[in-house]
């Protein structure tokens, strides 16, 4: 079954003639999405390897049934995109895009939320669901195998080393969505800890956090109340100095709180297994399944 | 972006936010002009560095217009300032702000932030100001009064006036609490700050004064603020961390001794921990990115090799855009530009990973390659030791 998308979901790339999404559009369709459409403004007519092009999200949407978009248009213009796939009700929105400015964001989500809508990200590596061939992302699809276990994460290059453990050590993925690095995203820890509980699919749930905010801590405190699956964690910056932004716009340690630490404090207290060692989380969640 | 509390200062009294008289001041000389200038009895001496804790580091002093002015602003604008949040290198004085001292009645806290968990800008306010917020959220966070924004209608005047009565029932100092209030969230938005406080901001004969001011402005939305690039000062910057930004690469110092490439902010931080973990001291942190071409890996490790703390260099890269072939010809390039004999170990997998270790192989280079990641680690701190 798997979450947020599937086998029938039908996917729009909005920036689709510009090079990351021509290039991802393409990647995702061949491992097996239905790309059914791209948005590029002025280009309605064209096609991008046999893919329609629609000046608007409105018209993508009439003409293809689309309920997925994903979007590569750059920083500065981010916003917008994802306020039009919310008015041409595209349900899930996967903005790829690093460096919009957290207000824009916070508008944009507002919009999405208020409409019932769900962002993933923006600076997200996008959602993939291998049992249903389907890839909203930019993540190397090989590296992935159907399985029961639930990933969540706020990395990228740093989710692949875990999936890529995962699926050497046989344990394969019901869905895999990256949060972002922003600092405000959509979908959080717990709204998509939810959806793992209610997936039957998805029998137990690696966690990727690092270093900013409390997400995690928030994680842990439903992880102990309201799921019974078990969860293995691995948090990422317990080196961190304090007030530097580590590369990801939402990892920074300000007044002493988001630090890795407290995070894993947290998580082991909700009766997570929290590994120290990254080269251990594959073989960590192959025994919670056993 | 960090500004100079001076700076603040200027932008928040254009929009109408009451300041100190004061000024800013390069030199001992000119400092003292600027004292004299007050005509008043006491005057407040305050170097202006990218960094809280500043009193406690000795960089704010207080003088009568009898003491010695003009020697103690030599001593703080020649100095580098060390406090708890500079690391033990400190931060060079690039300034003194010299102030009049006021009579203080009440000193309260005014900050904006953008909160991460609900998505809005939320105004915070406290009646007990002067202290650092997060130890006011630790022990007495009841005193903490919070107004959170609605994105789209924006802070209305009945959610300034409510907070202000909270923290005022003097009508006369409420309105002016609004005004503040009202300034410091247009400034917060307008800018796109990632924070903006004011603490303590002052009650003195029923006046309504910022004693400090602080504005972070978000380096993500620089692109739409060009013209906040003349407050720019590289001298409270890491001069690596600032190269290496021109690459758009993310490097920070660290104190150790092995060099890092990763791609991927999330997976440098796992690779840093695990170096720990095994007994060794990164020396930095530093991504590549995942669109990052052969030139800028070239300069990545050439930063690396120009960097004499370093013993030993660590290569993790888990190429998903990033091609391993493209990351093996800017690692060789670097290496054989710059010759080195430092231990490199390279751990690469992902995309085209037989041809970048086909090309490390064929380069001539000593250069270990690990395929696993555990391994990998814990051969560069054994060579860092070496």
């Known amino acids: ?290 | 972006m960090n500004l100079h509390e001076y700076q603040a200062k200027e932008l928040l009294a254009a929009r109408g936010v009451p300041v100190p008289r004061g000024a800013v001041c390069y030199d001992a000389l000119e400092a003292l002009i600027a004292a004299r200038n007050l005509k008043t009895d006491r005057v407040v001496l305050k170097a202006q560095v990218h960094s809280g804790g500043r009193g406690k580091a000795g960089g704010v002093a207080v003088l009568a217009m009898d003491e010695d002015i003009r020697e103690r602003a030599g001593e703080i604008l020649g100095s580098r300032l060390v406090t708890n949040q500079t690391g033990p290198a400190g931060k060079p004085v690039s300034a003194l702000l010299v102030e009049e001292v006021l009579p203080i009645d009440q000193e309260l806290y005014l900050g904006v932030v953008l909160d991460r968990n609900t998505g809005k800008v939320t105004i915070m306010a406290s009646p007990d100001g002067g202290m650092e917020i997060e130890t006011l959220a630790r022990e007495a966070p009841e005193k903490i009064f919070t107004v959170a924004v609605d994105p789209l209608m924006g802070l209305a005047p009945f959610q300034a006036r409510d907070l202000s009565y909270r923290l005022s029932g003097d009508k006369v100092i409420a309105q002016q609490l609004a005004k503040i209030i009202t300034a410091l969230y247009d400034v917060y938005v307008g800018y796109d700050c990632t924070l903006a406080e004011i603490n303590p901001l002052v009650v003195s004969r029923n006046r309504v004064l910022a004693l400090d001011a602080k504005l972070n402005l978000d380096d993500n939305a620089e692109f739409r603020h060009p013209e906040t690039e003349r407050w720019r000062d590289r001298s409270q910057e890491d001069s690596m961390e600032l190269a290496a930004h021109k690459d758009g690469l993310s490097y920070i110092r660290l104190d150790g001794n092995i060099g890092c490439i990763v791609n991927g902010a999330g997976l440098a931080m796992a690779t840093l921990d695990l170096i720990s973990l095994h007994g060794g001291a990164p020396a930095n942190f530093l991504d590549v990115g995942g669109g990052a071409s052969e030139q800028i890996v070239y300069d990545a490790m050439t930063i690396l090799l120009d960097d004499k703390r370093v013993k030993a260099v660590f290569i993790n890269i888990f190429g998903g855009i990033l091609k391993c072939d493209v990351l093996a010809r800017g690692v060789i390039g670097a290496i054989k530009k710059r010759g080195t004999e430092l231990p490199v170990v390279v751990r690469i997998e992902g995309t085209n990973i037989e041809e970048g270790r086909r090309l490390f192989e064929v380069s001539g280079l000593s250069v270990e390659m690990i395929p696993s990641l555990n391994d990998a680690a814990k051969l560069v701190v054994q060579k860092a030791r070496a």
């Open chain 1, 1 to 290: 079954m798997a979450i947020l998308v599937k086998r029938e979901s039908r996917v729009i790339c909005q920036g689709i003639t510009g090079r990351n999404g021509t290039f991802h559009s393409l990647a995702c369709r061949d491992y097996g999405t239905n790309m059914v459409g791209g948005v590029t403004p002025g280009k309605e007519g064209e096609t991008v390897d046999g893919i329609p092009v629609f000046n608007t999200v409105a018209a993508a949407v009439k003409e293809t049934g689309a309920d997925v978009s994903i979007i590569f248009i750059p920083a500065a213009y981010a916003k917008d995109p994802i306020l039009e796939a919310v008015d041409a009700g595209i349900r899930v929105i996967v903005c790829i895009t690093e460096g919009i400015p957290p207000l824009d964001t916070a508008a944009a989500l507002h919009v999405a939320r208020s409409n019932g809508r769900t962002l993933v990200g923006p600076n997200t590596p996008g959602v993939i669901s291998p049992g249903e061939q389907c890839k909203v992302g930019i993540m190397p699809g090989y590296i992935h195998k159907p399985g029961p276990v639930g990933v969540i994460s706020r990395s990228g290059t740093l989710t692949y080393e875990v999936v890529d453990q995962l699926t050497k050590n046989g344990v394969g993925q019901s869905t895999c969505i990256g949060l972002g690095g922003d600092p405000v995203v959509g979908l959080s820890f717990i709204d998509v800890l939810k959806m793992f509980r209610d997936d039957p699919e998805t029998e137990a749930v690696v966690l990727i956090g690092e270093i900013g905010g409390s997400a995690e801590e928030q994680a842990a405190e439903f992880i102990k109340n309201e799921l019974d699956k078990p969860v293995a964690a691995y948090i990422a910056g317990r080196l961190a100095p304090p007030g530097k932004r580590m590369g990801h716009a939402g990892a920074i340690i300000s007044g002493g709180s988001g630090t890795a630490h407290g995070k894993i404090k947290a998580l082991a207290d909700a009766g997570v297994t929290v590994v120290e060692n990254l080269s251990e989380v594959g073989a960590v969640a192959r025994s919670l399944l056993e």
